[in-house]
């Protein structure tokens, strides 16, 4: 640090600080203590939800979490390691917990925003993007709150519906295993939720002026896929059909494969709605299409209580990690986590009124794509521009902050663009 702190910026109230594994956790501490705490009085509220602490609670720390955010209304998640039977003998973990995220989402609903972060100098893999693609992926259930079951012999599996109201059970056969078994899953949605995740997407597209694709395999999952985009058209004739032909705007559901070809060939510029699988895949493709997952800020809005929890979508990063174990440099890309960290402070002032919390994260953003553009990059960018030079994980952290200071004392001795500090 070079200069002195101008005065930090006080939060009227906190954000709830969702702690994480691996280098991903490595990076968002770099980035609170370097490059945040320098300019604001953070205010946090956090837990731990590493994976061992998770299996040290039982979980119970995932739930104290969700119960503040749902207080709070405002989160900064970390990724987390969900362990399957390999991690829980890597870590000696005594349960095999759900992931967080879906536990997570499961008590928030909504959608999660991701949508790739556009820097000068880094061309896309996808020669023909110039425009982002935003992936609205739906935040509640199908293969993240399943039942998904191994049977070792045979044996007949059906699907049973017991109606609250005591009405005839409906049963359906969905295979006879033969004495070698196999493996059977059990998922649901909600039409409430379905259709919350539809408004949500129109109410972006109408925001950012795009259009919007529902992708689904309807033609496949008949009454399943078949909900969605019932959902979504009734959502779009009952509210949005005259607003999106005034913006000149479209809707349109499209089978997935279709949707996921259009992609490649368009120059980008719309909301693709996904189911959530769906777009927890493809937000890595659009991620990597236009240059690293490393490059991709993600916003869940609720659909319940106006909670917003922001992230990066990619994961731990274990590869890097063990590098950064060993003592040796490590150039994961820190810049989705950075907007993690302005996509909450930014919110936060938005909640509370604090433009000066606003403009700490503009100047954390902007900061970050100045200096890509000067050509300060970590070694995925590297990669992707053919060039051997590339900055340290923590050379590239400490090169944003040094430019944070540079604006935000900027402003402060401008009295026109200054604001308030609270
Ligand atoms: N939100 C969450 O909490 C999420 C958690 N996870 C969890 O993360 C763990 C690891 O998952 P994994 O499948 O390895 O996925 P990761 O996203 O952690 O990493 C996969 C690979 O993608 C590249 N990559 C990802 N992020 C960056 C970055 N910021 N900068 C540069 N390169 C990057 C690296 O490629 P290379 O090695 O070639 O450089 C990396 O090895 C799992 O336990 C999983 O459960 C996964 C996704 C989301
Ligand atoms: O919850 C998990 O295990 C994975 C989450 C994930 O991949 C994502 O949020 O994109
Ligand atoms: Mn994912």
Redesign the pocket.
Known sequence: MTSQPSTPVTMVKPIVEID?????RV?MHSIRENLVRWHVALDLLSFDLS?TNRDATQDAVTREAIDALLSAKVAV????????RA?AREFGLRHLLP???ATIRRRLGGVDFREPILAEGIVPLVRGWDQPIVIARHAHADQYLAQDLRVEEAGTASLVFQPATGGPTVVREIATFPSSGGVLLGMYNYIESIESFAKSCFEMALSRRMPVYLSTKSTVLQSYDGAFVEAFERVFAAGYHAAFAEAGLRYEHRLIDDVVAYSVRSRGGFIWACKNYDG?VQS?FVAQGFG???MMRAALVSSREGAMLF??????????FRRHQRGLPT???????IFAWSGALRERGKQDGSEALRGVADAMEQATLDTIAAGTV???LAAIRNESDWATTDDFIAAVAQRVRGLLSARTQDPISSGSTT
């Not at 998640?77 to 399957?84: F, H, R, S």
């Not at 992230?311 to 890097?320: D, N, V």
């Not at 150039?331 to 986590?337: C, I, K, L, Q």
């Open positions: 994480g594994d691996e280098m991903a990076m994976v998640k970390c990724a987390t390691i969900t362990a399957d991690k992931s967080p995220n927890d890595d690293s997952p490393g992230e990066a979508p990619h994961g731990t990063i274990p590869r890097h150039s994961s890309n820190p810049v989705a986590s970590t070694g995925d």
